[in-house]
């Protein structure tokens, strides 16, 4: 199975919105709703920010917010904060062989 | 507050079996609604997901490992663990540990559980593949 495929880097001013995108196939992105976006600082595991294409764990900010059109999923940060500085994947559940789950390449957020 | 921990060795040799070991407190790994996985990360790399077991010994292996790996679980300790075999110098990486989300439906194929999003996530323990 081939990772999702995501923009290596995204940029942004403070209070800017961003989206980053993320791009597969019928047989994950496109086929279920079952995206998930993940949020990592250096030297920290990733946390999950977005499940289910636009939902939000219990504590995250509302500034993040995530949908999906036909192949291509999109997580956007509105109003840009430095903490915001940090590598973000997408995933999904995937039917391409056997019940499986793949993350996108990786992108990486800089605040200007 | 559930939470999951990784232990293991931090240095394994090349040809040898990298053995890691999770364990979750705070709450059962006996749940009908999560699966339990692994996912490691290279140095300066992405993520990538290894495997997952269910509850009851049911596995899911990402394709391009699956020769190599073994997952199983021990719900009298609330544990699960990975090996990896036959290792080299490319499966250095942080590995971790994760519950995942269980969905469920029903399509033309009958009924499916997929793998859903991980969380909460271990803290990550690096593991070293060197002579």
């Known amino acids: 199975q081939s990772a999702l495929t995501q923009p290596a880097s995204v940029s942004g001013s403070p209070g800017q919105s961003i989206t980053i995108s993320c791009t597969g196939t019928s047989s994950d992105v496109g086929g279920y709703n079952y995206v998930s976006w993940y949020q990592q600082h250096p030297g920290k595991a990733p946390k999950l920010m977005i499940y289910?294409?636009?939902n939000r764990p219990s504590g995250v900010s509302n500034r993040f917010s995530g949908s999906k059109s036909g192949n291509t999923a999109s997580l956007t940060i509105s109003g840009l904060q430095a903490e915001d500085e940090a590598d973000y994947y997408c995933?999904?559940?995937?039917?391409?062989?056997?019940?499986?789950?793949?993350f996108g390449t990786g992108t990486k957020v800089t605040v200007l | 507050q559930l939470q999951v921990q990784e232990s293991g060795p931090g240095l394994v040799k090349p040809s040898e079996t990298l053995s890691l070991t999770c364990t979750v407190s705070?709450?059962?790994?006996?749940?009908?609604?999560?699966?339990w996985g692994w996912i490691r990360q290279p140095p300066g790399k992405g993520l990538e997901w290894i495997g997952s077991i269910y509850y009851r010994g049911i596995t899911y292996y990402n394709p391009s490992l699956k020769s190599r790996v073994t997952i199983s679980v021990d719900t009298s300790k609330n544990q699960f663990s990975l090996k990896l075999s036959s290792v080299t110098a490319a499966d250095t990486a942080v590995y971790y540990c994760a519950r995942q989300a269980r969905g469920d439906y029903y399509d033309s194929s009958g009924y499916s559980a997929p793998l859903l999003g991980f969380d909460p996530w271990g803290q990550g323990t690096l593991v070293t593949v060197s002579s």
């Open positions: 995933s999904s559940y995937t039917s391409s062989s056997t019940l499986s789950y793949v």
């Open positions: 289910d294409v636009s």
């Open positions: 705070g709450g059962s790994i006996s749940s009908s609604s999560y699966y």
